[in-house]
């Protein structure tokens, strides 16, 4: 059984907050997460429709890491993809590309949207474990924030009605993951300047990949044994 909360931050404009409640009930997401909102009222609620209760039971968390509390794949959204590796941060996938990976994906999916005039910073995408772009024409790519909303909630939608085939690693176990590579590191003195792109690089490959238990069992065991035997290889030298 798959979850899906909207996370919105920073959102300027109600009037936004309301249609992307309307969108969400149009494709049976109810939970609604705000950091930093602009106050709601009576405009916000004429545009979210029959999603009003989404409104009415919406959360707001004071940061972005408390709105992702529980999460086991996060999801953010841009509208500046690239393919470069140079600029790693932003490679993306589509929402089609994205629904197709996570169809059997059990468990709470985020899928986070930033602020309408400049979107998520370097440091909001650095803690999403994948980013998902929506093709648009070159001339004005960018789209309203309840419109990207609605294609990707669209897509998502289509692809949970497709049965669940593993069960895949939660998001406690890829951070336990994470963590693992993260002691990797240290052990092999991998050079500090190179730590911080070799961690979210990982955390982008994990998230798109979308493990199994079973696939995160074997990778824990590679980087756990490795990290343990480099360890053991220092302690005879010194000893």
């Known amino acids: 059984m798959r979850e899906v909360v909207v996370v919105l931050v920073g959102p300027k404009n109600e009037g936004n907050i309301g249609a992307v409640a309307r969108a969400m009930k149009n494709f049976g997401a109810r939970r609604l997460v705000l950091v930093d909102p602009c106050p709601i009222g009576d405009e916000a609620r004429k545009r979210a429709m029959h999603g009003v209760e989404i409104l009415d039971t919406a959360r707001t968390a004071p940061s972005l890491q408390a709105a992702l509390k529980g999460a086991d794949l996060v999801a953010g959204t841009t509208g500046i993809a690239t393919m470069s590796e140079k600029k790693f941060l932003r490679i993306s996938v589509t929402p089609r590309e994205f629904a197709e990976r996570i169809s059997a994906m059990p468990g709470t999916l985020a899928i986070v949207f930033g602020r309408e005039d400049f979107g998520l910073l370097d440091e909001e995408l650095e803690v999403c474990d994948l980013l998902v772009s929506i093709p648009a024409h070159p001339q004005y790519p960018v789209l309203n924030l309840s419109h990207a909303t609605a294609i990707i909630l669209y897509e998502v939608f289509s692809s949970?009605?497709?049965?669940?085939?593993?069960?895949?690693?939660?998001?406690?176990?890829?951070?336990?993951?994470?963590?693992a590579l993260a002691e990797l590191l240290d052990a092999t003195d991998y050079p500090s300047h190179k730590k911080w792109r070799t961690k979210v690089m990982f955390r982008r490959l994990v998230g798109r990949a979308v493990p199994s238990k079973w696939e995160f069992h074997a990778l824990m065991g590679v980087l756990r044994g490795a990290t343990k035997r480099?360890?053991?290889?220092?302690?005879?030298?010194?000893?």
């Open 230 to 239: 480099i360890q053991r290889l220092e302690r005879d030298r010194r000893g």
């Open 160 to 179: 949970g009605r497709s049965k669940q085939r593993t069960r895949e690693a939660s998001g406690r176990e890829k951070e336990v993951l994470h963590r």
